[in-house]
């Protein structure tokens, strides 16, 4: 079996796999809208319809609208990390896709039809692409510790509450302490609950400040990356988030006039440009197109590109030596990717097959043909002479 076919056959395997995983993820978006928007529905609706109407509560049923549409926000996230094809997130989803097919069960509801269905559906489609989803979670320390902070306070402050319950008003039960707990340290304060006595407004005054500090802390590590991606925009380079979703991809490896000319006419939302010109990486950025500021014989930056991901890769640095050894890197760091070579000098053609391309092109030897087939028949023989002679 030739090197191609085995090529074309790999690049149709990860396609059929790109596919699932964009299926996948459609469909965790679509439940997670649609668990939102019946939950929504189902809490303001004023009585219970549907086949299990008389079976069902109207307490259980709202109930189940207001968790149906916390839900659905989760949903949301897991789809977010499903994108990113992470672990975490194939098992968020695994669990909370029963859980919104039992509440649109409890909806009872003609709204929540199709919510059952497609998450009964989705099921078995999230659990074949298991093997897709192998990312682990990176957190970095000031994220642990925002999780932490939030959490410890969350805990502190629902503790502290309960336990002090005589010094506040409207604070019976574990509920009512954790939720005077959140509205304080968000610095929302409704003031349906509130401190009656002086250690109760100490306290307080702690929860306000613990809270609020752990808020602070998460809105850092939320603007941090956003940060990090405007610089990394502003410096010619993508972020690391955004190499990551980079899957079954084009890699394009260097730039060229052909290269302009091919993403002006298809410019693509699955193709990276790798360019050391950071000028051409800022200009291609503002246009849409994925680039990044980087040697195409990098190893490094290949791996960084996700050279071990990408379906084809076009290698047009208008240097043939250059593109030689771009192509080795390549085909070291992924052996069965098909490899696209343009050849600057027509004599060097060969030399980048040899070194690794599954096809090479030159300009020259197209432009010849063209001009050979657009003559005359006439001149066609004396043309084909001239280039002859040209050769020798």
Not at 130 to 147: I, K, M, P, S, Y
């Amino acid at each position: 079996m030739s090197t191609s076919l085995l090529a074309r056959l790999r690049n149709r395997w990860i396609g059929w796999h790109a596919l699932g995983i964009r299926l996948t993820v459609a469909l965790t978006v679509v439940i997670a809208l649609l668990s939102v928007a019946t939950g929504i529905a189902n809490i303001s609706a004023q009585t219970v319809v549907g086949p299990l109407a008389e079976f069902i509560p109207r307490a259980i049923q709202r109930t189940a609208g207001f968790t149906g549409t916390l839900t659905g926000f989760l949903m949301i996230a897991s789809a977010y990390g499903l994108r990113r094809r992470l672990r975490a997130a194939w098992y968020s989803t695994v669990v909370l896709l029963p859980v919104t097919a039992l509440q649109g069960v409890l909806q009872s509801s003609p709204l929540s039809l199709p919510l059952i269905v497609l998450s009964v559906v989705a099921l078995p489609k999230v659990l074949y692409n298991r093997g897709q989803f192998d990312r682990t979670v990176e957190l970095t320390t000031a994220q642990l510790a925002a999780g932490v902070a939030i959490v410890g306070a969350q805990i502190y402050g629902t503790v502290g509450t309960y336990a002090l319950r005589e010094d506040f008003t409207n604070v019976s039960t574990l509920v009512d302490a954790f939720y005077y707990t959140l509205v304080t340290a968000s610095t929302v304060g409704y003031g349906d609950a509130t401190p009656t006595s002086q250690v109760g407004r100490l306290f307080g005054m702690s929860v306000v400040v613990i809270g609020t500090a752990s808020f602070a802390i998460a809105l850092g590590t939320l603007l941090g990356p956003v940060i990090q991606a405007r610089f990394a925009k502003a410096l010619g380079r993508m972020s690391e988030g955004d190499l990551d979703l980079l899957d079954d991809h084009v890699l394009v490896l260097g730039y060229s006039d052909i290269v302009a000319a091919v993403l002006d006419e298809k410019p693509g939302s699955d193709v990276l440009v790798v360019t050391p010109d950071r000028d051409v990486v800022r200009s291609l950025t503002d246009r849409g197109v994925n680039a990044l500021t980087a040697d195409p014989d990098d190893e490094a930056s290949l791996r960084e590109a996700g050279v071990d991901r990408a379906r084809l890769a076009i290698v047009a640095t208008n240097d043939d030596a250059a593109d030689a050894l771009t192509i080795l890197t390549v085909r070291q760091l992924n052996p069965d990717v098909e490899i696209r070579a343009v050849a600057t000098n027509r004599e060097n053609m060969r030399k980048l097959e040899h070194a690794g391309a599954t096809s090479v092109i030159s300009p020259i030897v197209i432009a010849a043909q063209q001009l050979l087939e657009s003559s005359p028949d006439g001149d066609v023989d004396l043309l084909a002479d001239d280039f002859d002679g040209g050769d020798a």
